[in-house]
């Protein structure tokens, strides 16, 4: 399949040719589903914890004799059933990660790219080289071109200055193509590749 290329100004930079493997898929829920719980899965810091018996600050006295009250028998207020006693079974620190298969996420990535193909949300631009490298600028452009919350993928590494000069623009994303991943392409409104990144991209998932 083709796609129209422009310039950062808006202007024509003639046409790509995408991969129909790779961005002519017909997207599956399911996959970019399976994918994205896994990424959000990993970055989860799962570092939720509560005090158990043994851990809560209280006295060990016995809080009353262990006959003749007519109550049940209890050694220790820091049980469960009492007020400020210790959690039974609360959360604990662990990982929440679980496995994909490369090959798995792979084809995620191909989906959620052939999604924003589909949906008329991916555009390519001929490179990032700005002539004037500011934030001011910049974001005029990108208004002008209606980019509203755009993840910019750039080939193997991001153009120093377009970094820059993106860094204090809200909404506005760049990766390099090995950060390009799932969850940040569908969290988009608009994708924006450079040839280079749209090169790289083919290269990573052939």
Same mark, same amino acid.
């Given at each position: 399949m083709k796609a129209e290329a422009i310039k950062l100004d808006g202007a024509a930079a003639g046409s790509v040719e995408l991969n129909d493997e790779i961005f002519g898929l017909e997207p599956r829920a399911d996959i970019l589903h399976r994918v994205v719980r896994w990424q959000r899965a990993k970055a989860q810091q799962g570092t939720h914890k509560v005090l158990t018996k043994s851990e809560v600050s209280y006295s060990t006295k016995k809080i009353y004799k262990q006959k003749g009250t007519g109550g049940a028998r209890h050694g220790s207020?820091?049980?469960?059933? $009492? !007020?400020?006693? /210790?959690?039974?079974?609360?959360?604990?620190?662990?990982?929440? +990660?679980?496995? &994909?298969?490369?090959? $798995? !996420?792979?084809? /995620?990535?191909?989906?959620?790219?052939?999604?924003?193909?589909? +949906?008329?949300? &991916?555009?390519?631009?001929?490179?990032?080289?700005?002539?004037?490298?500011?934030?001011?600028?910049?974001?005029k452009q990108v208004a002008n071109l209606g980019w509203k919350r755009a993840l910019i993928i750039d080939g193997a590494s991001v153009d120093e200055g377009f970094a820059k000069a993106a860094r204090n623009i809200q909404n506005l994303d760049v990766l390099p193509t090995m950060g390009a991943n799932v969850y940040d392409i569908l969290k988009s409104d608009t994708l924006v590749l450079t040839k280079a990144g749209v090169e790289a991209l083919e290269a990573r998932l052939k």
């Open positions: 207020k820091k049980a469960p059933i $009492f !007020r400020h006693g /210790g959690v039974y079974k609360g959360p604990t620190p662990r990982s929440h +990660a679980h496995d &994909l298969t490369k090959k $798995f !996420r792979k084809l /995620g990535l191909c989906h959620a790219l052939s999604a924003k193909a589909k +949906a008329g949300e &991916l555009v390519v631009v001929e490179s990032l080289d700005l002539a004037d490298a500011k934030t001011s600028a910049l974001s």
